[in-house]
T-cell receptor, first 112, second 112 residues
């Protein structure tokens, strides 16, 4: 079992650039979550999907953030345009149900 | 009051010590409770679920106190390798998003 796979592991970009984070959930998991973690705010849920359908995106900070899940094995989180305050670790997690979550290794994003 | 609160620590203890952390939650109807462990620059990983009657896994004991609305994690005979941040997660009652909310974590440092 490969676990949840995220790419890239590190991303350094300049303010104003588009950033795309990718996630491959564990096969058979119906739920996929995107989180952001910072020292100040801890682990924040941005959006989650059930069977590829976005269910709750109330955690998405603003319109610059968007997420898609075109199929059961792939999801993206896009930030356009990126800003320095978006610098954080972004985790993708998947779950067979709405309880125990399995996290990917995360993408460490730095926006200069 | 925040939904889920933890003392950020750090808790600095010698090897072999017993240490306990609490996690308080605001919704008295919360359904499920979990402890996750997060090593430095890694993803959170499930440590253990917390059952109503309390449960133990080796040196780790988790308990739920519904009356006072908190869960606890007790670590006996601390090892250097226990140094990490411990996140609690609390799932609200059904009818809402039913997605666990994470605390910001308690940092544990075990020293020789």
């Amino acid at each position: 079992d490969a676990g949840v796979i995220q790419s890239p592991r590190h991303e350094v970009t300049e303010m104003g650039q588009e950033v795309t984070l990718r996630c491959k959930p564990i096969s058979g998991h119906d739920y996929l979550f995107w989180y952001r973690q910072t020292m100040m705010r801890g682990l924040e849920l941005l959006i989650y999907f059930n069977n590829n359908v976005p269910i709750d995106d109330s955690g998405m900070p603003e319109d610059r953030f968007s997420a898609k899940m075109p199929n059961a094995s792939f999801s993206t989180l896009k930030i356009q345009p990126s800003e320095p305050r978006d610098s954080a670790v972004y985790f993708c997690a998947s779950s067979p149900a709405k309880n125990i979550q399995y996290f990917g290794a995360g993408t460490r994003l730095s926006v200069l | 009051r925040k939904e889920v609160e933890q003392d950020p620590g750090p808790f600095n203890v010698p090897e072999g010590a017993t240490v306990a952390f609490n996690c308080t939650y605001s919704n008295s109807a919360s359904q499920s409770f979990f402890w996750y462990r997060q090593d430095c620059r890694k993803e959170p990983k499930l440590l253990m679920s917390v059952y109503s009657s309390g449960n133990e896994d080796g040196r780790f004991t988790a308990q739920l106190n519904r009356a006072s609305q908190y869960i606890s994690l007790l670590i006996r005979d601390s090892k250097l390798s226990d140094s990490a941040t411990y996140l609690c997660a609390v799932r609200p009652p059904s009818g809402g998003s039913y997605i666990p909310t994470f605390g910001r974590g308690t940092s544990l440092i075990v020293h020789p």
